[in-house]
T-cell receptor
């Protein structure tokens, strides 16, 4: 059973600080890794994808991948109240994408 | 809009009703998915269609019946539902064999069974 594990949170971070979200996955052959953001009552929105070891930056977001440790993370710099949401880590499987349960992030004004 | 359109956005139905959820995408994708998301619970994969063929049914009760007439349209037919079926139903799509681009989700249908 291929799995994606995340801490469900909530993770509370002061406004302006760095939010760090973590994820581990079980399938060593996975090649594509994603972070989705989901606001309450809304559908998931793809915000980052990463395929190679190392860091990938997009604005205030940085995704980090370590395939040897089977670990993916998302850093959000200068956290804003609008970043408060559930963040879903996802990994490609054979014929579908496998989602973690999500981490709830609260940015404290 | 993401390119994946779900209708209706909200649906309230009685346990004896029959209704259908519709999903339509104009992204040129050929794989489509139904997910269920109950309150404060993770995404649950229900059905997978690749090139109109159902390739996965995740032990979903028969009161949920999917239909995929072509690669652009996906339906979820509902009958004799239970209150615990109340949830957000999400449709997603991608190009078969291109999971590296991730899924595109529709806005979802918020279903309430009374």
């Amino acid at each position: 059973q291929k799995e994606v594990e995340q801490n469900s949170g909530p993770l509370s971070v002061p406004e302006g600080a760095i939010a760090s979200l973590n994820c581990t996955y079980s399938d060593r052959v996975s090649q594509s890794f994603f972070w989705y953001r989901q606001y309450s009552g809304k559908s998931p929105e793809l915000i980052m994808s990463i395929y190679s070891n190392g860091d990938k930056e997009d604005g205030r977001f940085t995704a980090q991948l370590n395939k040897a440790s089977q670990y993916v993370s998302l850093l959000i710099r200068d956290s804003q109240p609008s970043d408060s949401a559930t963040y879903l880590c996802a990994v490609n499987g054979d014929d579908k994408i496998i989602f973690g349960k999500g981490t709830r992030l609260h940015i404290l004004p | 809009e993401t390119g994946v359109t779900q209708t209706p956005r909200h649906l309230v139905m009685g346990m004896t009703n029959k209704k259908s959820l519709k999903c339509e995408q104009h992204l040129g994708h050929n794989a489509m998915y139904w997910y269920k998301q109950s309150a404060k619970k993770p995404l649950e994969l229900m059905f997978v269609y690749n090139f109109k063929e159902q390739t996965e049914n995740n032990s979903v009760p028969s009161r949920f019946s999917p239909e995929c007439p072509n690669s652009s349209h996906l339906f979820l037919h509902l009958h004799t539902l239970q209150p615990e079926d109340s949830a957000l139903y999400l449709c997603a799509s991608n190009r078969e064999g291109q999971l590296n681009y991730g899924y595109t989700f529709g806005s979802g249908t918020r279903l309430t069974v009374v």
